[in-house]
Nanobody
Framework: QVQLVESGGGLVQAGGSLRLSCLAS????????MSWYRQAPGKQRELVAF???????NYGDSVKGRFTISRDNAKNTAYLQMNNLRPEDTAVYYC????????????????WGQGTQVTVSS
């Protein structure tokens, strides 16, 4: 069984910073990519940032230059450093991982975390 647990969300004023963490644990053989998504009330879930197992990154247009995704492969953890936060960044942030389990190392599965709330006040 695999779990993704996010942490680091909270309430911050506009212009402030937060750092989210996502720890993957359980029956993991290898992790391919890790991503952060977010979903605001009444809106569709959108990609915020992506990082491959080789460190290639990609960002949503609205966060480029403000957010940075990174990962520590030894710790099975991804991070999202969010700077210069805006009220429109308010959302539930979800971690996503594409990985292979020790039980089925020849198959890739996608897992989601439970989400962490980020609220940015103006």
């Amino acid at each position: 069984q695999v779990q993704l647990v996010e942490s680091g969300g909270g309430l911050v004023q506009a212009g402030g910073s937060l750092r989210l963490s996502c720890l993957a644990s359980g029956n993991i053989f290898s992790i391919n990519s890790m991503s952060w998504y977010r979903q605001a009330p009444g809106k569709q879930r959108e990609l915020v940032a992506f990082i491959s197992n080789g460190g290639i990154t990609n960002y949503g247009d609205s966060v480029k230059g403000r957010f940075t995704i990174s990962r520590d492969n030894a710790k099975n953890t991804a991070y999202l450093q969010m700077n210069n936060l805006r009220p429109e960044d308010t959302a539930v942030y979800y971690c996503n991982a594409a990985l292979r389990t020790s039980s089925w190392p020849d198959r890739e599965y996608t897992y989601w975390g439970q989400g962490t709330q980020v609220t940015v006040s103006s």
